[in-house]
């Protein structure tokens, strides 16, 4: 069956008045909630209002419907790292601020807790293991961006010259992540901002002047 590329066309069988995007909507939400292989193509089409075979000839199979999905999350709830990087004078308030928004987003009740790309590829079997490297990936960027952020911070003099970015980097990166399996197990939105006080105070000082 041929894959779907761009603007994807109707694919037979598929009911009329399909909307793609509230049909994508609804995989994503399942994705986040289960899991990639926990998820079944029954599962999907049926949350989605169209047959296997609709599924197929509309996103090209799991996996691509998969990939289609994380592409929406990080468009939406899943990609307020690079804005917030953009917005903050400070590194230290742009990781604070990232990490408070994480904490309101990870324990929101209108979708599934925690975060799609920390928590949908983290069990799999050999034959996904292109779904964990795409989601790998995406840890990889966020991790870069943030390292790439401070390392701003120590050119500009907000941190001292010897800091560590890659070490700090990861440092907030594993409170991030951990932050999302806290979610998943129920945590509330009080404690992971409390949580992020506590991570805050092992920001380095600033350097001392002259």
Known sequence: MKKATGA????????????????LERAMVLFWERGY???SLDELSAA???????LYATFGGKEQLFRAAVDRYLAGR??????????????RG??????????????????????????????????????????????????????????????GGELAPDTDAAALATFYAIVLLGMSVQARDGAPRESLRAAVEV??????L?????
């Not at 989605?48 to 609709?54: H, V």
């Open 199 to 204: 991570a805050m105070r092992a920001w380095p």
């Open 78 to 91: 899943g990609g307020n790292a690079g804005r917030i990087f953009a917005e903050e004078p400070t590194a």
């Open 94 to 155: 742009a990781v604070q601020r990232l990490l408070e928004t994480a904490a309101d987003e990870l324990t929101r009740p209108d979708h599934p807790p925690g975060c799609m790309i920390a928590l949908a590829g983290t069990q799999c079997s050999p034959g996904a293991r292109p779904v964990q490297d795409l989601l790998r990936g995406c840890r990889e960027g966020w991790h870069s961006e943030l390292k790439a952020r401070i390392e701003r911070a120590i050119e």
């Open 8 to 23: 994807l066309q109707r694919g037979r069988g598929r009911p009329r008045g399909f909307d793609q995007e509230a049909a």
């Open 206 to 210: 600033a350097p001392r002047g002259p």
């Open 48 to 54: 989605m209002g169209i047959s296997p075979s609709s």
């Open 37 to 39: 292989e926990a998820t």
